[in-house]
């Protein structure tokens, strides 16, 4: 049924999508230390210019923090429409499917949850962090290890929709 193939799409972009930008986050703070550990004599002239190397790293990780900011606010808006197309082509594809639909729900929520209260809770912290005193730093990694626990539920969540829509496909065309 073509139901599935258009589930398994939606269901293979959405994950893909989350692993994907969980590894972008790391990598662009790591890029800042590759950055700076060997940097040409060019960048290097800079670098003196802007303080020094501590001041160059707080500035680039800065940069990198507002770019991983934008990122998942994005990300988190196409997660969004991707769960909604999602559970209307598991709602009007053929046959019971009451516990894809109810999993497909809980990782729905679980974004709006993180798009509308988690992310820009941490971004506001993460912004008086970033150059102010560590007075909410505690709130802020606490905040941090919500989401990324909310990561690995959705991941979870969404593999047991995986199994799922491949046994029903499976159980389908056994039927046929």
């Known amino acids: ?41 060019q960048v290097a002239e800079r670098i003196q210019v802007l303080g020094g190397h501590d001041a160059a790293r707080v500035f680039l990780r800065y940069q990198v923090s507002e770019q991983n900011r934008w990122y998942f606010q994005v990300w988190e808006r196409v997660q969004i429409a991707l769960g909604a197309v999602l559970f209307l082509v598991l709602a009007f594809g053929a046959g019971p499917k009451r516990l894809m639909l109810v999993l497909t729900l809980l990782v729905l929520v679980m974004v709006l949850l993180m798009h509308f209260f988690l992310t820009p809770e941490i971004t506001r912290l993460g912004r008086a962090l970033d150059f102010g005193p560590a007075a909410d730093r505690t709130r802020f990694w606490t905040l941090h ?32």
């Open 145 to 176: 290890g919500m989401y990324s626990a909310s990561e690995l539920i959705k991941l979870g969540l969404g593999m047991a929709l995986v199994v799922r829509l491949l046994l029903r496909a499976k159980s389908d065309q056994a039927a046929r």
């Open 1 to 41: 049924m073509h139901f599935h193939r258009l589930a398994a799409l939606l269901l293979g972009a959405w994950l893909g999508g989350s692993v994907f930008m969980d590894m972008v986050a790391t990598q662009n703070f790591r890029s800042v230390d590759r950055l700076l550990s060997a940097p040409p004599m």
